[in-house]
C-alpha cells in the first residue's frame, strides 16, 4: 500500500486561482500575445485545399463575449443552464464558451440525440435558454429558444466567477439506463494543464486537427481549449469525414497533432491511401474515447511513421491516464497518472491495493478536473466514492513506477463509437417494440479493435429487421442503434433471475435476423 500511494501521489499541480472563468483562461493569453494569429481553420473533407472559415484568436475571443452579452440581456443568471444542439460549426463553440463567460452553465448535446433523447435531458436539467439548429427536432422544453445567428450581442466581459462555480453539465449514459447529468466546476480546464505534461505536448507552434464533431467534450478540450490555451491552431472538419479524407486535408493544411478514436486509426489503415504522405507534417498523434488494441497501435506506426499517444478518462474527470512524449507507455500497460494527478487502485475495502493487485482504478477528490457532482444526485455521487476516493468503475492493476494495465469495467456499460451507452437504455427502446417479448444488448467484439453493440432478442411474433432499426432510430441516437440482431428462445439467467450478459457471447447463442 506504501508503495502504489508514494507512485500515485504524482506531484502536485498548481492551485487554481480562486477567481477564475474557464472561458477568459481559454482566450485570454493568447488573445493577448497573437490576436491576429488564425485560432480556428474550419475545412471541408470535400474540399480539401479550401478553408470555409478562418477566424482569428481577437474576432473568436470577441465572438464568444458577444454570444456572453446576449445571454446576460436576455436574463442569463449565475448557474442558469444553456442546452446547445447545433451541428459542425463555429456557432457552436461561441455558444458554449459564450455561456460560460456569462456565468451560465453551457450544456453540449450531440447533434444525433434523438427528440426523445432531448426531452429527457430538457426536462432533468430545467435549461433557460437552448440554442438549436434549423435541423434540430422537435422536443418538449420551456427554455427560450435563442438561434446561433442571434448571438450577436454587445460585447461582455467574462464574468467574475469563482473556480469551483459550475460552468458545463455533460450528459453521459447511466447504469440504469438514462442518461445522467455531470456537472463541472470552472477549474476542470485547469486541469487540463496536466494533460499537457502527461499526453498531448501542445505549445503556441502547434496545428491541432482533431476528427470528432465539434459537439464532443473531447474536441471541445483536446482540439480547441486545449490549443487555444497556449496560442496553437485548431483545425476541424465540417465536412466529409471518411477515412480517406484525413490524409488528404492533413497533406494540405500540415497539422503537427493529429486526435482521432481508435476506430478512426483503424479505418484509416484499412481505407486511407498513403498515411505516410498525408500525415508527414506530424510530431505525434493522439487517441482517447476507447481502448487502443496493440494491432491498430503497431498498424499506426508501420503505415506513418509517427508515435501515437493514448489517454483515458471518463466524462467526470476527463482524460487522467495517458502516455506522452515524456511518457512512453511500457508494452501491456495503457498508461500513466499524469503529472499531477492523484490515482490509486482501490480494492473492496475502499483502500489503496499493493502494487500488482486489481482494483478499481480511483482518483483523489482533490483533483481540479473532477466534477463537482451528479446533477440533482446526492446519492449517486455519494455512492460514487470511497472515502477520499472517486471509483471510476474500471479495473485495472498498477505495476512498478506507476504503469497501469486496464483490466475491463466492473459494469455493464458499453463502448460505441467512444460514447458511452448503458445497455438498459437501449433495451428499454426495444421492448417497446410489439414483436420484443425481452431483450438484453451488450458489447460484442468483430475484430481486433472493433467492437458493436449486439441485440438478442426473444420474439413476440416473426422479426423484421427494416422494422426493429427504425423503430430504434425514432427513440435513440445513431450510435447507440445495434448493429447486429439476434433471435434467442430465452434469455440467459442465474437462478435468481438475473440476466447473465457474458453467456450471450459468442454469437451461436442465437440465430441472425437475415433480411
Not at 465536412?239 to 479505418?267: C, N, Q, S
Request: glycine letters at 10%; charged letters at 20%.
Amino acid at each position: 500500500m506504501t508503495d502504489q500511494l508514494s507512485i500515485c501521489r504524482n506531484g502536485v499541480p498548481e492551485a487554481c486561482p480562486e477567481r477564475f472563468n474557464m472561458a477568459r483562461y481559454v482566450m485570454e493569453d493568447a488573445v493577448g500575445k497573437w490576436p491576429e494569429k488564425s485560432a480556428l481553420i474550419v475545412v471541408d473533407g470535400s474540399n480539401p485545399s479550401v478553408a470555409s472559415e478562418v477566424w482569428t484568436f481577437a474576432e473568436i475571443d470577441e465572438a464568444i463575449r458577444r454570444a456572453a452579452g446576449t445571454f446576460a440581456a436576455q436574463g442569463l443568471g449565475h448557474g442558469d443552464r444553456v442546452l446547445i444542439r447545433i451541428g459542425d460549426t463555429p456557432r457552436f463553440p461561441i455558444a458554449y464558451f459564450g455561456a460560460i463567460a456569462a456565468g451560465g452553465i453551457a450544456m453540449p448535446l450531440s447533434s444525433q440525440l434523438s427528440a426523445d433523447e432531448l426531452s429527457y435531458i430538457a426536462n432533468d436539467a430545467e435549461p433557460r435558454f437552448t440554442v438549436l439548429d434549423a435541423k434540430c427536432p422537435e422536443f418538449f422544453t420551456t427554455a427560450q429558444r435563442l438561434s446561433p445567428d442571434e448571438l450577436d450581442g454587445d460585447v461582455l466581459d467574462y464574468a467574475d466567477t469563482r473556480c469551483d462555480d459550475p460552468a458545463q453539465l455533460v450528459y453521459t449514459s447511466g447504469t440504469s439506463g438514462k442518461p445522467k447529468g455531470v456537472l463541472h466546476a470552472q477549474r476542470s480546464v485547469w486541469a487540463r494543464r496536466m494533460m499537457r505534461a502527461g499526453w498531448h505536448d501542445m505549445c503556441e507552434s502547434d496545428r491541432v486537427m482533431h476528427t470528432g464533431a465539434f459537439n464532443w467534450t473531447y474536441v471541445l478540450g483536446c482540439g480547441l481549449s486545449d490549443p487555444w490555451c497556449v496560442g496553437a491552431t485548431a483545425i476541424l472538419n465540417a465536412g466529409d469525414r471518411a477515412p480517406e479524407v484525413w490524409p488528404r486535408l492533413a497533406a494540405h493544411w500540415k497539422p503537427t497533432i493529429f486526435a482521432a478514436v481508435p476506430g478512426m486509426y483503424r479505418r484509416m489503415q484499412k481505407y486511407g491511401g498513403d498515411l505516410r504522405e498525408g500525415f508527414a507534417s506530424l510530431r505525434h498523434a493522439l487517441t482517447a474515447g476507447e481502448a487502443l488494441s496493440p494491432t491498430v497501435h503497431e498498424g499506426w506506426l508501420e503505415k506513418t511513421g509517427k508515435p501515437l499517444y493514448e489517454s483515458l478518462g471518463m466524462s467526470e474527470v476527463s482524460t487522467f491516464i495517458s502516455s506522452g512524449p515524456d511518457y512512453p507507455t511500457p508494452k501491456g500497460a495503457m498508461g500513466w497518472p499524469q503529472p499531477g494527478r492523484h490515482i490509486a487502485i482501490v480494492g473492496e475495502d475502499g483502500h489503496p491495493t499493493s502494487l500488482g493487485e486489481t482494483g478499481v482504478l480511483a482518483v483523489h477528490h482533490s483533483d481540479p478536473g473532477l466534477m463537482l457532482g451528479y446533477w440533482r444526485d446526492d446519492v449517486r455521487t455519494r455512492d460514487a466514492y470511497a472515502g477520499d476516493w472517486f471509483l471510476t468503475g474500471d479495473l485495472a492493476v498498477m505495476g512498478e513506477g506507476g504503469a497501469l494495465r486496464y483490466a475491463g469495467r466492473n459494469d455493464d456499460m458499453m463502448n460505441a463509437q467512444g460514447y458511452r451507452v448503458a445497455p438498459q437504455e437501449v433495451e428499454d427502446v426495444l421492448t417497446l417494440h410489439p414483436a420484443v417479448t425481452e431483450c438484453a444488448v451488450t458489447e460484442m467484439p468483430v475484430e481486433d479493435g472493433l467492437s458493436i453493440i449486439a441485440a438478442w432478442i426473444v420474439p413476440a411474433m416473426e422479426l423484421d429487421l427494416e422494422s426493429l432499426r427504425a423503430h430504434c432510430a425514432v427513440h435513440l441516437a445513431a450510435y447507440k442503434i445495434p448493429r447486429a440482431f439476434y433471435s434467442i428462445d430465452a434469455l440467459p439467467r442465474t437462478t435468481n433471475g438475473k440476466l447473465v450478459r457474458r453467456a450471450l457471447l459468442p454469437v451461436n447463442t442465437g440465430h441472425a435476423i437475415n433480411m
